[in-house]
Every structure is written in C-alpha cells, then in structure tokens.
C-alpha cells in the first residue's frame, strides 16, 4: 500500500494544479512574447533601454528569489506553506500586469521610470506566486513518476494558456485598439488578468500538500543554503534552467520582429507561435514514457540537441519559404516537448536529494533557482535581444537595413539554438537516475516511520 506522501494523484487535482500554469501564462507570455516590441513600437522607448530595464530586474530577482523560498518555507498555516500565497497573490498579479502594458503620457525618461517600476514589480510579484506554486507541485505526492505524471497536465494546460495568448494577443489588441495599439495592449491584458486570477483560484481549491519536511528540522537557513551549493545536481539544473531560458527568451522575443519586418507579414506571428504550441502540446505526453525507458536525465540531453539543432536551421529558409519555417518550427517544439516537464520532476528529485543527504528539506529553496532560473534566463535573454538589435542597427516602425534583418535572424535561429545544444554538456555530468529514485525514496520512509 502505498503511504500518503505517495498517493496518486486524481484527475480532478492534476488538472486543478495544470490550470495554476494556465493562469500563469495569461501574463507570463505577454511579458515573453510581446513586451519587447511593446516597449520599442507602441510604448515609446529604446530597445536598448528595454533590455537594460530587464537585466536590471535579473539583479533584483538574485536578491527576491531565494528570500521568497526562504519565506516560504518558513511558512505555516492550515493550508500548507506553498497554496497561501496562490492566494494572496493572484490579485497583485493581475493587476499589475494590466499596468505594465498600460502607457503613460509622460516624456522619454518619465516612461523609462515607469515601464522599469512595473516591470520590477511585476517579477517580483511573479516570484511570490510561482515559486510557491512551483513548489507545490514537489509536495502533492513523493512518487518521482507520479510528480513527472502531474507535470505533464501542468505543462500540458500551460501550453494551452500559451496557445491562447500567443494566438490571440495581436488580434485582440487590433480590435480592442482600433487603430490605438497603446489601448489595446492594455484591454487585452485586462481580459488575460481577469482570467488568470479566476484559474490560480480554482488551483487554490483543488490542490492540497502532502509531504513535509522532516519533524525534528529546526529552522537553520546558514544550514540550507550550505546544503544547497552541496547539491550538484541542483547546481548542474540551476545552470541548464537558465541557458533554456536565455535561449527561449531571445527567440520569442525576437520572432515578433523577424514576421513584421523579414516576412513582411506581422499577423503571421500568431500562426508561426500557434503551430509550435500545438507542437509541444503534442509532445508533452511523451515525457513520462521516454523519462521511464531512458532516464529523465538522456532524454533531457537528446532533447537539447536536437532541438537546438533544428533552431540552428531556421536562419536558412527565406521569405518565400514559409513552409519550411513552420515546419523547422514543429520540429524543433515536438522534440523540445518532453524536456519541458523534466526541469520541474528533476527539481522535485533534488529536494529529495538533498533531504536524503543532509537529513534536511528547504523544497522553497531549491524551487527559487527555477524561478530564478527562469526569469535571470527571460532577463537575459531579452536584455540580449534589446542590445543586439541595437547593435545591428534596428529603427522602429521603418523598412529594416541588411544588418538589423541578419540581427533578426540570428536572435531567432543560430544563437538559442547553439545555446539549447549547450545544455547537453551540463547534463552529462547529472547523477540522480531511476535507480537512485527509488533508493531516496524508499529510505525516506523508512526514516519518517521510524
């Protein structure tokens, strides 16, 4: 019989946290989708200035991230210590998100101040809510196959929330604007929050936490932190979290601009960002089967090569080639796919990890690197976009020079592509396998029954 830190999950749950994600999308794919071009075409401010407002916030997110999973798991109430603050986030959430895309009337350096605040606080409040979430998943059940299970429908329903956004943001805000991008931008983002906060509570109701720390830790943060610089394989994770992340904020923050002025076409975004959606929906399934015959380790590792592979070579095909595009674009999200799920189930086996190591848990604390991961990688990644466009050259709004389209083309092909296929070198050197799964496993029970 199976314990209950090891109960499996129903389908009401697994879809109940799914639509956590969901609800998180609604903003994040905004941010990583649309923000730059946001910023350069309607807000009114410099591609480089837009980068640097985001390298700033990676800074701040070096100081807010592993204090959000310290808090967090100091955290004790009837609930648990990660649903609260689903809670008591999802409004700050929302409605900041709505004033990040607002435009104010005021000069250059008055915008600048105001896009850098809300931006700021933006991610900031984005680390209070995904970070625990993120967590939550770890805690619902100690079954390493059960937790890859359930973040399948997590990234599975995150996607969908991408399909949504990614598909329907530049039509909504055309007819929400009516000629007024600046309008549009914000009704949409108005719409989006109002969705997000109403899913992050149906993820509240529905989830509940199940496996806790050991009952004689008695807080000692010096100890965590030591024990987590000691953990080399949420190290190696740390490091690949934020390459991937570097990698995919520098192409989807660039594919807006290579459609409207390499295509031609600026709508055709959606479809080109709705196509590679479907394809790692459709790859996500797979994670679980691969992870069980391969190991989540190798087919983390084939993922990034092939994938990065493909990228490389969307920098051939030309603008009367669509077909090929699209199709280098399925390729390269199918194979992407299952890697997707294995970030988070690997996270969730380091924790165990280092519990069985240490004899202590701090689940907040490792999941702030992902969190940290991923933003410092979307930071990175957009600040990059910003100061190589301005380095090739890039002019809003204008028929683009030779050098800004090869810019262009190389922030959405050969540079995420080279950086993916690196994350296979860090990978190799990953120890935790099935085998060692089941031994952490099995001897964590054996010490809370004891």
Known sequence: MKSKMETKLSIKEKIGYGLGDTASHFVWDMVGFWI?????????????????????????????????????DRT?????????????????????????????????TGKIIYAGVTYLLLMTVFTAINLPYSSLGAVMTSDSYERAGLNSYRFIFAFIGQFIVTGTALSLALYFGQGDSAKGYQYTLTLFAIISFILFMITFKTTKERVEPPKEQKQNLKEDIKNLFKNKPWVILFFVGIISFVMFAMQNLSIAYYFKYF?????NVQLFNVIGTVALIAGIPFSKPLSKRFGKRNVYLASSLLSGFFFILLYLPGTDNIVSIYMLNI????????AVPLLWTMLADTADYSEWKSGRRATGLIFSAATFAQKAGWGIGGALAGWLLALY????????????????KLMISIFPGVLYMSCAILLFFYTIDHKTCLLMQKDLELRKAN
Do not use: C
Request: charged fraction near 15%; avoid cysteine.
């Open 263 to 267: 295509i031609g076409n600026e709508e």
């Open 36 to 72: 730059l071009i946001f910023y350069t075409d309607t807000f009114g401010i410099s591609a480089a200035a837009a980068g640097t407002i985001m390298l700033i916030a990676r800074i701040w997110d070096m100081v807010s991230d592993p204090v959000m999973g310290i808090i967090a």
């Open 393 to 408: 050259k890039f002019t809003p709004n204008i028929e683009q020079s030779a050098s800004a389209i090869t810019g262009i």
């Open 331 to 338: 390729l390269a999200k199918f194979t992407y796919a299952p």
């Open 76 to 108: 004790n109430t009837r609930w648990g210590k990660f649903r609260p603050y689903i809670l008591w986030m999802a409004l700050p959430y929302s409605l900041l998100a709505i004033l990040t895309f607002t435009t104010p009337d005021f000069g250059q």
